[in-house]
């Protein structure tokens, strides 16, 4: 079992920068690779980023790409979300999720595939 905690989220101005982190209970953080996903109001949940168990491999929605930064300090037990030259279209509940790999190289894409998922975080951009 794995608990996941947002933190980080806030209120900023377009062009704006914030940091989510989600820290991770359990002793076994490296072995699962990590994901952000977003949802805006009256929208589904979207992919933001993922990242694999020994953070050598990360892959961004297009989106973000140039924007946003996913990285982990798996002996923090802790993955980041660094959000730079923030826009209005990122409003959005913020959520981390983890999954149990079994390759260190592999990154997940698709929410369904995620087991463990935080409560959120809200970011708000103003324009």
């Known amino acids: 079992q794995v608990q996941l905690v947002e933190s980080g989220g806030g209120l900023v101005q377009a062009g704006g920068s914030l940091r989510l982190s989600c820290a991770a209970s359990g002793r076994t953080f490296s072995s699962y690779a990590m994901g952000w996903f977003r949802q805006a109001p009256g929208q589904e949940r979207e992919f933001v980023a993922t990242i694999s168990r020994t953070g050598r491999t990360t892959y961004n929605t297009d989106s973000v790409k140039g924007r946003f930064t996913i990285s982990r300090d798996n002996a923090k037990n802790t993955v980041y979300l660094q959000m730079n030259n923030l826009k209005p279209e990122d409003t959005a509940v913020y959520y981390c999720?983890?999954?149990?790999?079994?390759?260190?190289?592999?990154?997940?894409?698709?929410?369904?595939?995620?087991?463990?998922w935080g409560q959120g975080t809200q970011v708000t951009v103003s324009s």
């Open positions: 999720a983890a999954v149990r790999t079994s390759y260190p190289g592999v990154v997940v894409t698709t929410s369904s595939d995620y087991d463990y």
